[in-house]
């Protein structure tokens, strides 16, 4: 018995050995897939970037930056690019300083008005855009907006709204009311407590918001071709489509202007990942 009892430790070492080793283990089966499904989603992203390297047929050479010289300096792709950023800048704007206060309400509010809203907003981002596509023309058109940038710029407002509106709800319900109620002891108004508490704790919520309503306005293409006439009036992924031909398309060129367009959504997320934290919040009720 003593001889069986003295041999029993080391296999349950061993045993605790096994156990300890498997997470690291799985940690580097989830990172190697992880990796190759990277991999596999980045590999049309660099074939866009080694086919914008390509010098366009109009002016040959060799293997460079060419095509981005040609689109920049002999089309209107720099146009373009302004306009996408005026049309984004102003969409995301208005939609974060509409989208806020109202979504406030809706986290905050507890009634049939308020429920009803929820509601309408609902159904309202079931809807495809199509549906509301031939109406707003034909309404635009009467106000002299069909061929507008402004015109164009009320749409993506309104087609945001409500999907941000639910956004900033979702991310205000999660911060704790007991905080306003500690700003309103202190004397302060309830516009006031959203504007110092609310609203400063929110920043990654807002955020999102924010780049949700970009990625929205800055890919559209449906909208902007229905709407836009005058060439110089395009935004980018209306500009895009004119390079392609009938017969035979430029590869370089096409491909330089899909890069530029690549290139401000990497810098957005680059420039503000690291604001996306929700750990503020929690240290806000400390001792409570």
């Known amino acids: 018995m003593s001889s069986s009892t003295a041999i029993r430790p080391p296999a349950t070492l061993a045993a605790r050995g096994r156990k300890t080793m498997d997470p690291a283990r ?137 999907v941000a509106i639910w956004m900033m709800a979702a991310y205000f319900d999660s911060i704790p009311i007991s905080l306003e109620e500690a700003a309103w002891m202190d004397g302060c108004s309830v516009f006031g407590s959203f504007l110092r508490v609310v609203l400063r704790n929110s920043l990654p919520g807002v955020l999102s918001t924010a780049i949700f309503s970009f990625l929205v306005c800055w890919n559209d293409y449906l909208i902007a071709v229905i709407f836009l006439r005058s060439n110089d009036k395009f935004t980018l992924p209306v500009g895009l489509q004119t390079f392609f031909q009938q017969n035979a398309t430029d590869w370089g060129p096409v491909m330089a202007v899909a890069v530029i367009m690549l290139l401000p959504p990497i810098l957005v997320f680059g420039c503000l990942s690291r604001y996306f934290s929700v750990g503020g919040i929690g240290g806000s009720l400390a001792g409570q």
């Open 26 to 162: 799985g940690q580097w089966v989830r990172f190697t897939i992880l990796a190759v499904v990277t991999a596999i989603v980045l590999v049309p992203v660099g074939a866009v970037f080694l086919l914008a390297l390509q010098p366009p047929v109009a002016t040959g050479g060799s293997v460079g930056f060419a095509s981005f010289v040609y689109v920049l300096t002999q089309t209107a792709t720099l146009q373009w690019l302004i306009n996408s950023l005026w049309v984004t800048l102003v969409t995301v704007i208005a939609a974060v300083a509409v989208a806020a206060p109202a979504g406030y309400v809706v986290s905050r509010g507890r009634n049939r008005l308020v429920a009803g809203y929820s509601l309408l907003l609902f159904i309202v981002q079931s809807l495809p855009v199509i549906v509301s596509v031939i109406p707003l023309f034909i309404l635009f058109a009467n106000l002299g907006l069909a061929d507008s940038l402004i015109g164009i710029t009320i749409i993506y407002v309104g087609g945001t709204l409500s």
